[in-house]
């Protein structure tokens, strides 16, 4: 598996200039993505090992309706994304109608049928909840996590988010180094990591509400990506709690930061948890979990101040 095949380009972000290089989960190889357990998804949700939990999507929702009445149109896109996002991954739905037909488009790879629309559905939300936080941005820095939970940190300027590397355990097992860690990208700070870190669970979450649009025999990244980026946090953490004092005092100082970290984190392993059983939806997730788990990384995120 190579990157570029792991991985989507984010054009937007670089005209955006105002968000890291985004790359969703999309493409891979592997297994069957309808024989599993998580049928019941509309039933009562399982918490998380934090305690946090949140209705869970209605993973059977019928899309034939909106299957029969596709067109390959601008209007029909968007018409089927807004289908999807309502009966699959409400929460996505405002990510959907942030957009314009230029942007929303741009996610769609391939369009021509329905089947294709809903494979892309995930890409569209990551990227829609970059372009939302864009567009509702302005003296505080918006994440969306939820219909009724937006959390609001600081906007702040910190060191470059490419020092992760110098920490970094095994640079060649990432597949997500390369677009977030170097040149520009890797140019960021905290914020616009956190957006990833916040961007990523949505990724996770709404490909296990559409993951009956997996092609047989395929494998996504859906649990790599947001491990790899509760992993970046941690090490984020640490570089600026023994290397950078000033701009940790900056971040575990300001309550939505702390709020958001904490937040994220628990949703993180709440649709971890979720999708724990289901092999299509992760790569290298045991890989990349064990550095996220390893008790010198995960002491960051419990030695934040309460």
Not at 85 to 109: C, H, N, T
Not at 266 to 284: D, K, V
């Amino acid at each position: 598996m190579t990157r570029a095949s792991t991985l989507y380009s984010f054009a937007f972000c670089v005209a955006a200039a105002a968000l890291g290089c985004g790359a969703p989960t999309g493409s891979g190889a592997g297994t069957n993505p309808i024989d599993d357990a998580g049928a019941d998804a509309a039933a009562t949700p399982d918490a998380a090992p934090t305690g946090y939990t949140e209705p869970l999507c209605n993973d059977t929702a019928s899309l034939a309706d909106l299957s029969a009445a596709y067109m390959n149109t601008a209007p029909g896109l968007r018409a089927a994304a807004r289908g999807i996002a309502e009966r699959r991954y409400p929460i996505g739905l405002a990510f959907v109608d942030v957009q314009s037909d230029a942007q929303l488009g741009a996610w769609f790879r391939q369009r021509n049928t329905f089947a294709q629309v809903l494979n892309s559905f995930e890409v569209a939300v990551h990227e829609g909840g970059h372009i939302w936080d864009i567009t509702m941005a302005g003296g505080m820095w918006p994440y969306r996590l939820r219909e009724d939970l937006v959390i609001r940190t600081r906007r702040l300027t910190n060191f470059n988010r490419s020092e992760i590397l110098t920490l970094h355990t095994d640079p060649a097992m990432d597949s997500y180094d390369e677009v977030y860690l170097a040149g520009q990208s890797g140019a960021q700070g905290f914020n616009t990591l956190l957006d990833e870190y916040v961007q990523y669970t949505h990724s996770l979450a709404s490909r296990y509400c559409t993951r009956d649009g997996l092609q047989a025999g395929t494998r996504i990244s859906a649990r790599d990506g947001i491990l790899t980026m509760m992993y970046y946090v941690e090490l984020y953490l640490k570089i600026a709690r023994t290397q950078h004092p000033d701009d940790y005092a900056e971040i575990v100082g300001d309550p939505g930061h702390l709020e958001l970290i904490r937040t994220v984190w628990a949703r993180a392993e709440f649709w971890l948890a979720r999708t724990a059983s289901l092999p299509q939806l992760g790569l290298r997730d045991a890989t990349i979990r064990t550095w996220v788990y390893d008790p010198e990384n995960l002491m960051e995120i419990e030695m934040l101040p309460r």
